[in-house]
């Protein structure tokens, strides 16, 4: 639990930047989230370790996301996050892909040295002439009730090879899976989520083998929200035993002042927010995040304990780039980008 919110509690903040659905006439099944935002964003630069610096191009179609570019520091694309939808299941699927050379470092310098040969030193661009794959480092699949609610999320994690091979002969680089997580939501009378039910499942390390995709740890437990005055005012966490039962691991409790959050808490652990302005420094477990809001209540800049910054730029709209978090995550408070 507190990995789903070690970030700020201010989902119902940002809630308020949305407009509730009207419920009286037919839903679209291609309408949701059941909150359709009045911001989405239009760009989006940070740094991470695994892409280094890298700015993030949505592209919508009406008020869905159609796809995200993403390029790096010298403003080459160099990935994407690509979208499936079926209105027919109610169904869509979200990839983040990189573009990772198709062919091996040896292939690259004898293309290199063939490109010298015919054109000169200096004169070709070996960079734009490899051949590259999409290889997914996050998947995303959404289930959806007719009415446009969430009602199951699966994610699947996976890593690049630290060894994809020098020749043609041992190279590969295909991307190898980490983790999948699982969720259920169960909604109560208020149409709020009341139940978040999950499941995690880790894969050995290092598992080159794909017959080996079958062993794995498992671990699974549930989150049950409770609301007080259209606010999350506590959550309770439990893990599922083998047969089946729950032991109750920690109850967070949510306090508010002057609208916004100020702690969250638990036995041996407290999440304390320090407001000053459109900004607040949320600390836990003696760490520290900032976060900046415009007046619309959008989070605009992001830095994190490790010194990373990201920043991101809205416009007026409704998109779904927020799909690509766990809606876990976005119930239990996270500032999210939308």
Known sequence: ???????????????????????????????YPIFSNSFRATQIDGRNDHWGEYTLLPEYVGEQLDLVWRRDAAGDTVGMVRISRSDEWRIDDYYVDDFVPA??????????????????????????????????????????????????????????????????????NSYIPVRKVRYLYEYGDDGRVAVARWGEYTYPDPNPDPARLSIFSTRQGKYEIAYVGGRIASVDEYAQADGGGYTLL????????????????????????????????????????????????????????????????????????????PFADRITGSPYIK
């Open 103 to 172: 062919i091996s470092e040896d292939s690259i310098r004898r293309m290199d040295d063939y490109y010298r040969e015919l054109y000169g030193e200096g004169r070709y661009s070996l960079k734009d002439s490899i051949p590259t794959d999409n290889r997914t480092l996050l998947s995303c699949r959404n289930w959806y009730y007719t009415d446009s609610r969430v009602y199951q999320q699966e994610f699947n994690y996976y890593r690049p090879r630290e060894d994809v091979g020098v020749t043609g002969a041992d190279f590969d």
């Open 250 to 325: 920690a109850s967070y409790t949510f306090t508010y002042s002057g609208g916004r959050p100020d702690k969250v808490t638990a036995e041996g652990y407290t999440k304390s927010f320090a407001w000053s302005g459109d900004a607040c420094t949320v600390t836990a477990d003696g760490k520290a995040w900032k976060y900046t809001f415009d007046g619309d209540l959008n989070p605009t800049v992001i830095e994190s304990p490790d010194g990373s910054r990201t920043t991101v730029a809205y416009e007026r709209g409704s998109g779904d780039l927020e799909m690509l978090i």
């Open 1 to 31: 639990m507190r990995n789903h919110i070690i970030y700020l509690t201010a989902l119902l903040l940002l809630a308020g930047c949305s407009d509730p659905v009207d419920k009286s006439k037919p839903v679209p099944a291609q309408v």
